[in-house]
């Protein structure tokens, strides 16, 4: 056996020790925006106009589907490393309620360009949301 010293990084997962916690991804983030371009990009709080109706747009010119799968698995593999990323001020707290509460949301034949329906759903587990 060798001792390398403190663990930083383990199966693509930095390892970083605070005071809050020891993971941070600050490194795979940096490398997602940098590869796709967007290293430089401003935040914004909501990226998208609000009850928006997304629909087919004909005259778009077609993507390159695996550069998308690939960074779209990228995003899902970071949002369920670090659920406070996914879930914008997620923060797990201790209190006494016991209780298993569940949202749901349908919008009904909401798309316009063929009229499927979109659903959403959360879940909160002792006051805490988890999914």
């Known amino acids: ?6 663990l930083k990084l383990f199966l693509i997962i930095e390892v970083v020790r605070s005071k ?3 993971l941070s991804q600050r490194k795979y983030v940096i490398d997602l925006l940098t ?10 709080d909501t990226p998208i106009e609000m009850n928006h109706k997304l629909c087919e747009d004909m005259e778009l010119v077609n993507t390159n589907k695996e550069q998308y799968q690939h960074l779209v698995g ?3 593999y970071l949002a369920h490393i670090r659920p406070d990323i996914a879930y914008a001020g997620l923060l797990f ?3 006494g309620n016991l209780e298993v509460i569940g949202y749901t949301n349908a919008d009904w034949a909401g798309s316009i360009t ?8 959360f879940t909160f587990v002792r006051g805490n949301l988890v999914t």
Request: hydrophobic fraction near 35%; charge should be positive.
């Open 1 to 6: 056996m060798k001792d390398l010293g403190a």
């Open 20 to 22: 809050t916690g020891i």
């Open 35 to 44: 590869e796709i371009g967007m290293f430089g990009c401003k935040l914004a």
């Open 74 to 76: 990228k995003l899902i």
């Open 93 to 95: 707290s201790k209190n």
């Open 114 to 121: 063929d009229k499927r329906s979109t659903s959403g759903y």
